[in-house]
């Protein structure tokens, strides 16, 4: 499998199925584990570094549920397919930035990535499309059994797994729903449900992780607490959050559909009719019609797309994608331009 | 878009920032983002925000009594604890040993616990011993505890301390 075989592929996250796909765009669990008695990566020699990369990925290539997929050493790719595999979520922002000795190992269906050398020795990250945080971490937590016969992970019976952030001592466990809420942005009741998730000692955060704004009426919503409960309490206390939050969306859909009809109607078939017509669409732009097109899915009134056409459109739409589309790098003015005839395309093709 | 600072290359980082609840969005590229970058690190860097949870429980000269003498480097990676609070990052999983004293208060602050109820590695459970008598020891702890809390009526930490209790019981068993 190369880098340009994902491109043929759409990954699991944008399937468009699962449990509330309507609202939950997709569900991810992370855990972070360490080699006993080497230094982290950020602390340690290249010479370390190099051999930790070694030994984990060689450890990785043994287990049968990633060794079928693709492994890729960061510095060994261009800029265009490093921001391509964090576009698609594969990999994190800090693993681009200082791609020496870093590796990420890709399972065939993009259901499973490990990250090498990041803050922590492994990332292991499992993805599944809708809300089914219990699925990934059996996924997660049967990989990392299977690496654990192979490598002795770094775990104090009282701490629980030792990270380089006192931020993940413990399960190094951190779960994450990504949930399209527009309803609850457009009712204006989304900085109030968030101000609660931020007291029950959850995070929120937008379509690209930390830092990056709720583009398109997206936001994840995760733990930030890993330590003194077992994984199964912290995914079950993040669900019950997410089942809340879920409710309120589905109320707000309805509020609005019921008193706020035309002008739901208009702004979703306008943001419809202009990304079939538009011949110049920046990446914002795209997002926020992008948005509305899908809840005109979600809600029943556009019936001539499905949801996994429009889930995809939200990831090829993106600069590095575009590029790869095209096989060759372009301006940003040109990738405005090719935008919007890819959003063309896929719209009225089917 | 180009650049705000330069004005000469493309802006790919975007930035927005709160100062006295005014809103700047700035759009910077690559180079003047990393300058401006080392601003923003200092205003939001986790090390920072750790920083000032962990000087709130560094122990005072002498005050560790009883105790061995709190060792500032880890005598296998080299870290030091300035250096931790200067990176918010750990050198590696000696130092959860080495800075153990000054570490448990600041989980606890972190996580609100200090003790770990999740998931064991298979080696740990093979080697069982040690986990399990760990398992007992804690159970009997938050035992003691949660009397304790009841008669101070600090129903909240019962409750708490009930939850950490059934899942121990639940463990030993699994364990056996």
């Known amino acids: 499998m190369k880098i340009d075989d994902l491109l043929k592929q759409t990954c699991e996250w944008l399937k468009g199925s699962g449990p509330n796909s309507d609202i939950v765009m997709s569900s991810r669990v992370r855990l972070a584990r360490n080699l006993e008695r080497v230094a982290f990566s950020h602390w340690a020699t290249k010479k370390q570094e ?32 490093k921001q391509f595999l964090l576009e698609r979520h594969l990999v994190s922002r800090e693993h681009i930035v200082q791609p020496d000795y870093k590796s990420v190992l890709i399972g065939d269906k993009e259901v ?22 219990q699925e990934c971490w059996r996924i997660a937590s049967r990989l990392d059994d299977s690496l654990q016969k192979r490598g002795k992970f770094a775990f104090s019976a009282e701490l629980g797994y030792l990270t380089a952030c006192p931020t993940n001592t413990g399960t190094g466990l951190r779960a994450s729903v990504m949930l399209h809420l527009p309803a609850l942005v457009m009712t204006k009741q989304i900085g109030r ?63 609005l559909m019921k008193q706020n009809r035309e002008i739901l109607q208009d702004k979703i078939w306008r943001s419809n009719g202009t990304l079939r017509s538009a011949h110049i669409m920046n990446s914002k732009e795209t997002m926020a019609l992008l948005s509305m097109v899908r809840l005109g899915v979600d809600i029943g009134l556009i019936n001539d ?39 063309r395309r896929r719209l009225e093709g089917l | 878009m180009l650049c705000d600072e330069c004005g000469k290359n493309k802006a790919t980082v975007h930035l927005t920032e709160i100062i006295n609840e005014q809103i700047t969005k ?11 970058g080392t601003d923003v690190e200092q205003h939001f860097g986790i090390s920072d925000l750790l920083t000032a949870l962990s000087d709130v429980e560094t122990p005072a000269p002498g005050a560790a009594a009883g105790s061995a003498a709190i060792k500032n480097k880890c005598s296998f990676c080299g870290l030091t604890y300035e250096d931790f609070k200067k990176i918010g990052r750990l050198g590696c999983s000696e130092c959860y040993v080495t800075f153990k004293a000054s570490l448990a208060p600041l989980l606890k602050r972190i996580h609100g616990s200090n003790q770990h109820l999740g998931k064991v590695p298979n080696s740990a459970v093979m080697k069982g011993q040690k986990v399990m008598s760990n398992f007992h020891e804690q159970l009997e702890a938050a035992k003691s505890e949660l009397e304790k809390a009841i008669k101070g009526e600090e129903f909240e930490e019962a409750a708490t301390l009930r939850d950490k209790i059934k899942f121990l019981e639940k463990k030993i068993k699994e364990t056996k």
């Open chain 1, 50 to 81: 190099h051999d930790t990369l070694v030994n984990l990925e060689q450890i990785l290539s043994e287990t049968d549920m990633i060794s079928t997929g693709l492994k890729v050493r960061m510095n060994e790719i261009d800029d265009v397919d």
């Open chain 1, 112 to 133: 499973i990535s490990v990250m090498v050398n990041e803050e922590d020795h492994l990332r292991i990250q499992v993805m599944q499309s809708g809300f089914n945080l």
């Open chain 1, 193 to 255: 449900v968030l101000h609660a998730i931020s007291k029950l000692g959850m995070t929120a955060r937008g379509f690209y992780g930390e830092g990056t704004e709720a583009e398109g009426n997206f936001f994840q919503i995760s733990n930030q607490i890993t330590l003194g409960s077992a994984e199964e309490d912290i995914i079950d206390n993040l669900e019950r959050i997410i089942r809340q939050v879920i409710g309120h969306e589905e109320n707000a859909r309805k509020t």
């Open chain 1, 305 to 343: 797309i499905d949801r996994r056409a429009v889930n995809e459109l939200f990831i090829l739409t993106q600069p590095a994608h575009l590029q790869k589309i095209e096989g060759r790098l372009l301006s940003s003015a040109q990738r405005d331009v090719k935008r919007a005839n890819l959003i």
């Open chain 2, 26 to 36: 700035l759009n910077l590229c690559e180079a003047c983002a990393k300058e401006k």
